[in-house]
Protein backbone atom coordinates (compact mmCIF):
# COMPACT_ATOMS: atom_id res chain seq x y z
CA UNK A 1 0.00 0.00 0.00
CA UNK A 2 1.26 3.17 -0.89
CA UNK A 3 2.13 5.84 1.68
CA UNK A 4 0.41 9.38 1.94
CA UNK A 5 3.29 11.37 0.57
CA UNK A 6 3.33 8.71 -2.29
CA UNK A 7 0.45 9.22 -3.32
CA UNK A 8 0.41 12.97 -3.68
CA UNK A 9 3.37 12.49 -5.91
CA UNK A 10 1.18 10.54 -8.13
CA UNK A 11 -1.23 12.90 -8.01
CA UNK A 12 1.17 15.93 -9.13
CA UNK A 13 2.85 13.40 -11.40
CA UNK A 14 -0.73 12.48 -13.05
CA UNK A 15 -1.52 16.49 -13.26
CA UNK A 16 1.93 17.28 -14.80
CA UNK A 17 1.15 14.60 -17.62
CA UNK A 18 -2.29 15.74 -18.49
CA UNK A 19 -0.85 19.37 -18.62
CA UNK A 20 1.58 18.65 -20.69
CA UNK A 21 -0.39 16.86 -23.54
CA UNK A 22 -2.87 19.64 -23.29
CA UNK A 23 0.64 22.13 -23.56
CA UNK A 24 0.91 19.79 -26.75
CA UNK A 25 -2.10 20.41 -28.29
CA UNK A 26 -2.16 24.17 -27.26
CA UNK A 27 1.50 24.42 -29.45
CA UNK A 28 -0.58 22.71 -32.58
CA UNK A 29 -2.99 25.56 -32.21
CA UNK A 30 -0.93 28.10 -32.10
CA UNK A 31 0.67 26.39 -35.29
CA UNK A 32 -2.30 26.63 -36.99
CA UNK A 33 -2.87 30.09 -35.58
CA UNK A 34 0.31 30.82 -37.17
CA UNK A 35 -0.98 29.98 -40.66
CA UNK A 36 -4.31 31.57 -40.48
CA UNK A 37 -5.87 34.91 -42.45
CA UNK A 38 -5.29 37.83 -40.48
CA UNK A 39 -8.20 38.57 -39.33
CA UNK A 40 -9.09 35.03 -37.58
CA UNK A 41 -4.95 34.78 -36.46
CA UNK A 42 -6.41 37.97 -34.55
CA UNK A 43 -8.95 35.80 -32.91
CA UNK A 44 -6.51 33.14 -32.63
CA UNK A 45 -3.88 34.53 -30.53
CA UNK A 46 -6.32 36.07 -28.05
CA UNK A 47 -8.14 32.45 -26.91
CA UNK A 48 -4.29 31.18 -27.04
CA UNK A 49 -3.42 33.84 -25.02
CA UNK A 50 -5.98 33.06 -22.43
CA UNK A 51 -5.69 29.30 -22.67
CA UNK A 52 -1.61 30.63 -21.85
CA UNK A 53 -2.47 32.66 -18.68
CA UNK A 54 -4.54 29.20 -17.70
CA UNK A 55 -1.82 27.03 -18.29
CA UNK A 56 0.71 29.31 -16.12
CA UNK A 57 -2.32 29.12 -13.25
CA UNK A 58 -2.49 25.37 -13.22
CA UNK A 59 1.54 25.47 -13.47
CA UNK A 60 1.58 27.58 -10.41
CA UNK A 61 -0.78 26.14 -8.46
CA UNK A 62 1.22 22.54 -9.11
CA UNK A 63 4.27 24.13 -8.01
CA UNK A 64 2.50 24.82 -4.39
CA UNK A 65 1.59 21.72 -4.22
CA UNK A 66 4.79 20.20 -4.63
CA UNK A 67 6.09 22.58 -1.47
CA UNK A 68 2.43 22.33 0.51
CA UNK A 69 2.95 20.92 3.95
CA UNK A 70 0.74 17.76 4.83
CA UNK A 71 -1.99 19.78 6.56
CA UNK A 72 -2.15 22.05 3.66
CA UNK A 73 -2.08 20.13 0.84
CA UNK A 74 -5.83 19.09 0.18
CA UNK A 75 -6.48 22.81 0.36
CA UNK A 76 -3.80 23.30 -2.60
CA UNK A 77 -5.19 20.39 -4.29
CA UNK A 78 -8.92 21.84 -3.98
CA UNK A 79 -7.41 24.84 -5.97
CA UNK A 80 -5.63 22.91 -8.56
CA UNK A 81 -8.36 21.04 -9.58
CA UNK A 82 -10.30 24.22 -9.79
CA UNK A 83 -7.45 25.64 -11.87
CA UNK A 84 -7.34 22.40 -14.01
CA UNK A 85 -11.06 22.38 -14.53
CA UNK A 86 -10.70 26.01 -15.67
CA UNK A 87 -8.01 24.96 -18.03
CA UNK A 88 -9.93 22.46 -19.40
CA UNK A 89 -12.79 24.36 -20.11
CA UNK A 90 -10.77 27.13 -22.12
CA UNK A 91 -9.46 24.60 -23.83
CA UNK A 92 -12.10 22.97 -25.03
CA UNK A 93 -14.23 26.57 -25.95
CA UNK A 94 -10.89 27.38 -27.83
CA UNK A 95 -10.87 23.95 -29.79
CA UNK A 96 -14.67 24.79 -30.77
CA UNK A 97 -13.86 27.98 -32.30
CA UNK A 98 -10.56 27.09 -33.75
CA UNK A 99 -12.70 24.08 -35.44
CA UNK A 100 -15.41 26.73 -36.69
CA UNK A 101 -12.34 28.53 -38.97
Known sequence: MATEPDQQQIYRDK???ELNKLNAQVDEMK???AQAQADTKIQYTSLLE????RQVA???????????????WE?????VEAA????QQSFQNAVAKFDQK
Open 15 to 17: VQA
Open 31 to 33: AKA
Open 84 to 87: WLDL
Open 50 to 53: ELQT
Open 75 to 79: DIKIG
Open 58 to 72: VQMRLEELQAASQDA
